[in-house]
């Protein structure tokens, strides 16, 4: 169950606290889903053909070869074009705005944006030296933006930005990463418009601050929940999910050490491993999904 959280824990070796270039905050590299960089390249071009690309996709192949091009150079090729052609995909105020609506679990019709994406987005273009389009990408992330929700612990980010905030637990933490990074290479990078890093940099602590203060909301009997949307019932997370919410947490501990993170990880890392607990989230898993079915994305005119 955990071989990912292993591979993740491998990965992060590599990576040194206060040093994003010297590696990422968990294992994108299944989601490079090939087996050569000319394989990655051709599916990148697929990708980047269909009129419903998911930019969140083309962003975590590009960190993927990223990672893979830690130990092969080959593969910081594909890097640099999934991030050239997402850098030309931003708009006027360095959004990545989805031209279809997301009908499935929220109901977003389009243009929407993801606190997920821009993060990503920011992080690819930084280690592809990218930087007035780091730079434009996190602006979203800094608000007032519809992807910042404003809660009395702090900010919160937003994968999905609907009414009332999902607050989505994997899509906050991400976020987080890319005003980290930003903020981190600012002071050293000339080409950084330092006003932007240090205002990621307050922003990060504030939502690393607010992270810690709220985690205990995503519990759900030893589980952790995939958001706090007010759904008919409690959405937990599926097992992949989970698994990536103890990764996320632990990746952020490591920035912010604050002991709640840490803990809720271990505690969640345990139920993990007990099959009761774990049939228990899976049952009322598939019940919510028989409350509130996926449907596919619906093609939409930008706006």
Not at 151 to 170: C, F, I, M, R, S
Not at 205 to 227: F, I, K, N, Q, T
Not at 245 to 258: C, F, N, Q, S
């Amino acid at each position: 169950m955990f071989s990912r959280l292993h591979r993740t824990r491998q990965l992060r070796g590599t990576y040194r606290v206060g040093d994003p270039l010297s590696g990422y905050y968990n294992d994108l590299t299944p989601e490079v889903r090939a087996a050569t960089p000319e394989d990655a390249t051709r599916r990148l071009a697929a990708l980047c053909a269909d009129p419903m690309v998911n930019y969140t996709t083309v962003a975590q192949l590009g960190l993927g070869a990223w990672q893979l091009g830690l130990t092969d150079q080959r593969w910081l090729e594909v890097t640099t074009a999934a991030a050239r052609w997402l850098a030309g995909r931003l708009d006027d105020d360095g959004r990545l705005a989805f031209a279809w609506g997301m009908p499935h679990t929220y109901d977003l019709p389009a243009p929407w944006i993801s606190s997920l994406t821009q993060s990503e987005a920011v992080s690819l273009f930084l280690r592809s030296s990218l930087y007035a389009e780091a730079a434009a990408a996190a602006t979203p992330l800094l608000g007032p933006s519809p992807i910042v929700a404003a809660t009395t612990d702090g900010p919160v980010l937003q994968e999905y930005p609907t009414t009332p905030p999902a607050h989505v637990l994997n899509g906050w933490i991400y976020g987080l990463f890319g005003l980290y990074d930003l903020a981190t290479l600012g002071p050293r990078v000339q080409e950084l418009p330092q006003e932007v890093a240090a205002a990621a940099g307050d922003a990060f602590e504030r939502g690393g601050a607010a992270v810690a203060a709220r985690v205990h909301l995503y519990d759900a009997w030893g589980w952790s929940r995939y958001d706090l949307y007010p759904h008919r019932i409690v959405h937990v997370a599926s097992p992949y999910y989970h698994r990536l919410h103890i990764e996320l947490l632990r990746a952020l501990h490591d920035l912010v050490p604050d002991e709640r993170l840490v803990a809720a990880a271990d505690r969640w890392e345990a139920s993990a491993g007990r099959p009761l607990r774990q049939g228990v989230a899976l049952s009322r898993k598939v019940a919510f999904r028989l409350l509130r079915p996926r449907r596919p994305p619906r093609q939409t005119d930008s706006a």
